[in-house]
Structures are given as structure tokens and as C-alpha cells.
């Protein structure tokens, strides 16, 4: 039975990676850092295992290694960084403060647990670490020029990671989601999701499972031969 680390698992797209690799066999231990109630139902739901854990801390990154090396008996085939927040806003009105927790969530936060499960991946000679980026950080978004280049470094660490990690066998990919039905676009309109949808090709938004079944396959043993790839699952968005 395989096993997977997923942070920032307890909703959106987090909560369907962990519900679809539950389903198919996976022992799955994922992160949450304030949603506690919604992670206890998604662990009794599909019995993962949910653990607290602030992407920004290298202390709570140390004890989720451990909580796996006890629950996986030190095998994590593989790890998917997902935790993020978002903003909106002009860069020009953006305090320093907003900026610096930004990065901390989304590139600190995938860089420690990256240093915290690849040690074990190298020493296995075998392993798939998966990131969770976005279209925006490959073509950019207007008022999220903080968020586009967050994720735009989560691209640049997938190809470098990959050339880096590939000689011990272990593969390292991104997704680059489009417009998704999650929280996050709870502040747009009505109006606003009609205008996104007619600018994506297939007609709708994205799903959560959606994502999940493009994780699924870049983690599974059915992509052995890809790394280094961001893959883009935005239903035509940005081609």
C-alpha cells in the first residue's frame, strides 16, 4: 500500500487529492492549520490522517516527518505541497508584510517539507513530489502579481528539483490549475463566474476532482517517465 504526504489537505483542491487517493488504496497523511473540524470529517470520511501543521514552520514540518515516519514506517512514496492563501490586490498597495507570508506559505512552505521527505525518497531511490502552482504562474494575473510570481517559483523549483533529484530516482512535477470551484472564488459574482467560464474552451470551471485525478496520475507508477513537467489543468484557459 503506497503512502502520501498532502499539506493543505483539509478542503478545496487539497480535500479531493486526499479523498481520491484514499479511495484507491493510499495511506494518506495530510495538513491542515485552521480548518481542525473540517479535517477530523475528511479523516473519518476516508481514514486519513490529519495533522496540524503551518506551512511557514520548520518546527511543525519536523514533527509532520516524524508523525510519518510513525504512521508510514518511514516510507513516503510521495509528497504533495499544496498549502497556499491567496490575494488580490494592486502590487503597489501591497504591505511588506502580506508579500513576506505569501512567499512563507507557498515557497517556504514547499521548500521545508521538500527538505523534510526527500532524504527519505533519495535513500529509497524512489519517490514523486508533486506542486501545486497555478496558470497565473505561467502567464501571470493582473492584481495577483504576488500570487502569479509565487507560483511562478514553485514552477522554477519543479525543473530545477527535477534535474537535481532525478539521478536517485525520484520524480518531481507541478500542476498549474485553472479557474477551480473552490473557496477561493467565493468573493466573485455570479457574473464574474458566467464571464470565466466563456473565456475557458471547455465551457465550464474546474473541479477539485479535477486536479485530483491529474495529481493521481503524475504521482502514480503510469507517469515513471515524467518529471520536470508543469501540466497545465485549466480546461483550455491557457494554451
Known amino acids: 500500500m503506497p503512502n502520501i504526504v498532502i499539506t493543505g489537505g483539509s478542503r478545496g483542491i487539497g480535500a479531493g487529492m486526499v479523498r481520491l487517493f484514499a479511495f484507491q488504496g493510499w495511506q494518506v497523511l495530510f495538513t491542515y492549520r485552521e480548518s481542525a473540524e473540517r479535517a477530523r470529517a475528511l479523516a473519518d470520511a476516508t481514514g486519513a490522517h490529519a495533522f496540524r501543521c503551518d506551512a511557514r514552520s520548520e518546527q511543525d514540518h519536523a514533527a509532520l516527518l516524524q508523525e510519518a515516519k510513525r504512521l508510514f514506517r518511514g516510507r513516503v512514496d510521495a509528497l504533495i505541497c499544496n498549502a497556499g492563501t491567496s490575494y488580490t490586490g494592486l502590487l503597489q498597495d501591497m504591505t511588506t508584510e502580506a508579500w513576506d507570508d505569501l512567499f512563507a506559505v507557498h515557497v517556504r512552505g514547499a521548500f521545508l517539507a521538500t527538505r523534510a521527505f526527500l532524504p527519505g525518497m533519495i535513500s529509497e531511490r524512489h519517490g514523486s513530489i508533486l506542486y501545486i502552482s ?21 514552477i522554477g523549483l519543479t525543473k530545477a528539483l527535477a534535474k537535481e533529484a532525478g539521478p536517485s530516482h525520484v520524480r518531481v512535477n507541478c500542476l498549474c490549475p485553472g479557474v477551480i ?20 474552451p471547455l465551457g465550464r470551471l474546474g473541479t477539485p476532482e479535477d486536479i485530483a485525478a491529474a495529481a493521481y496520475f503524475l504521482c502514480g507508477e503510469n507517469a515513471a517517465f515524467i518529471t520536470g513537467q508543469a501540466l497545465g489543468v485549466n480546461g483550455g484557459f491557457v494554451i
Do not use: H, I
Open 134 to 154: 497555478s496558470m497565473w504562474g505561467q502567464v501571470g494575473a493582473s492584481c495577483e502579481a504576488a500570487y502569479s510570481a509565487c507560483k511562478a517559483a514553485l
Open 181 to 200: 470551484d473552490t473557496d477561493m472564488l467565493k468573493e466573485y459574482s455570479a457574473d464574474d463566474l458566467n464571464a470565466l467560464k466563456d473565456e475557458t
